[in-house]
């Protein structure tokens, strides 16, 4: 661990596979104590009468080292037998529930229908798990994202799983959102926070939840800290997911100019990659500080290098 | 398929492990659509936030031969990933959830949360395996075993899975029996049937809930036809559970008299063991038709064996 960065407080903004690479990095800088996430739910959702949050358990797997590195979602070493038994006896298989991620959904499932938050839970979780940075729902209150497209209005999951993103977006909706619960940890961890890192995950369906949360923005915006994010767009291309294409289907300019420029705001530095170097002056145009590296995590040695390069750039 | 008696018309009462034995015997004696099948459902309970049906589950498992005849629950081939990775959150892992069996109850769960009645869901999962004869849950409405013991009353699974039936019985209760809607193809098969068995299951935790129905034992009684069960002590002792010590407990003789002096009311006929020749005439002297034979069904040859004897000993 790096002397000069450890002791930094970090509050990360994280969706899933983006999220957690670069939450794996950090937690690889800097003491668990002083690392502090906030974790997307608004793509939680009933499946089978379980109460599913892909992106708290991609963020949770990842920490506890038991993530699937191939998938970048579920567990490693997972197994599929109660789907098996599920397609034989007519059930639904187009979300793949494996073995061993079902405990955690039946668990927290059962939690919440005995009345106990998502926060408490999330904490009961990382405490078995032995994670030691803070993990936190975004709320406690149910935050939806509904994505209206050419083919009407679709829950996140309809949209993503089983329309597998095909549908053009118009829109983007966070049902719940102005009603949501805020939570005092995060705007604590916000106020105190050295640096706020806006993760590589998708701006629109994983970052803008978060930030419609009531008082987030204001927050954000009135935190004098640095403030950085780290591009998901490398050369036009999303790492992950339907990032690139909801950007053209807004009619957004695909590339780190593009996230920069949405995200403005709330920043003070940009994180890109070196194939988008001819983006550069706009970036910094833009009012921001720029920092220009190899940004495609594809190993955990690769997230600890970027942790520490954006760690050394904040500072 | 022996043909004189493979288009009896055949009712069976039954409870899990002994009831599923006798029931498979006897769908190896006569054609599916003449065996019907009416299930105990008082050992219901939700797990987990999932609905269990343990003798439903036996019965169908059994009955598809997808049985584990080893534990005699369960699904043969069984794993517990699932419950292996609840173990590690720090889940309650008392009651064994194997990840193929968890697939009937998230799916059950989910229908019947969807509304549809418990009958439905059978017929549905029946048609699924490709389960020939009709079997058919004793109601659709909640029926609850509570067990008065000296540690108090007790839900059936807190006695008999969590105290492994160690509290001394003084009661049993059939909560919700007395209210429970009677399913009108139970009362025409049992009106239609050429033959009626009760299982050798547990009278008191197993047909007694059966019995317990509304105008399930005037039925019972009116019926002029054949009414044979199949004693479940042998030499004193129960092939499984805690028929015995409850029988005892209760103040009644341990054999296959006492059986058969408890339900006498119902019966034209009783089977039991060679080993208990001893109770032959006091049985007889019970007004009953007696067939002694081997009874025990170790295996899948033995259920075939004393099914056909049960049919040659009712007609």
New interface residues.
């Given amino acids: 661990m790096n002397e000069q960065f450890k002791n930094l407080k970090v509050v990360v903004l994280a969706g899933g596979v983006g999220g957690a690479k670069m939450v794996n990095g950090l937690a690889q800088r800097i003491t668990p104590e002083n690392l502090f996430i906030i974790a997307n739910t608004a793509d939680d959702f009933e499946h ?3 109460y599913i949050s892909p992106d708290l358990d991609t963020l949770m797997y990842t920490l506890a080292n038991l993530n699937n590195p191939e998938t970048g979602w579920g ?1 490693e070493g997972e ?1 599929w ?6 397609a ?4 639904p298989t187009w979300f793949k529930l494996g ?6 959904h ?2 927290r ?2 939690w919440k ?1 005995s009345g106990y938050p998502l926060t408490w839970i999330t904490a ?2 990382c405490r ?2 032995r994670i030691g940075p803070t993990l936190v729902p975004m709320t406690d209150s149910p935050v939806r994202t509904i994505v209206h497209t050419d083919q009407g209005k679709l829950s996140f999951q309809e949209y993503f799983a089983r329309r597998q993103s095909q549908p053009i977006v118009q829109k983007i909706e966070f049902q719940g959102a102005d009603e949501a619960e805020s939570n005092r940890d995060i705007s604590n961890a916000i106020r105190m926070a050295d640096l706020i890192v806006f993760a590589p995950s998708n701006p629109w369906l994983s970052l803008d939840p978060i930030l419609a949360l009531p008082g987030m923005r204001r927050i954000l915006t009135a935190s004098q800290t640095t403030k950085i994010a780290v591009s998901p767009i490398i050369g036009g291309q999303a790492v992950k997911g339907p990032a690139a294409k909801i950007m053209s289907e807004l009619n957004m300019e695909v590339s780190p100019f593009g996230v920069a420029h949405y995200l403005k705001d709330l920043l003070t530095g940009f994180v890109f990659d070196n194939v988008d170097d001819i983006h550069q002056e706009r970036i910094a145009g833009l009012g921001l500080n720029t920092l220009m590296t190899d940004t495609l995590m594809k190993s955990v040695e690769d997230q600890a290098r970027l942790a520490k390069e954006l760690l050394a750039f904040s500072h």
């Fill in positions: 089978l009468g379980l567990r197994s037998r109660t789907l098996e038994a599920l034989e006896l007519g059930g073995d061993k991620d079902l405990a955690t039946l668990l499932t059962q229908r009961q979780f078995r798990l």
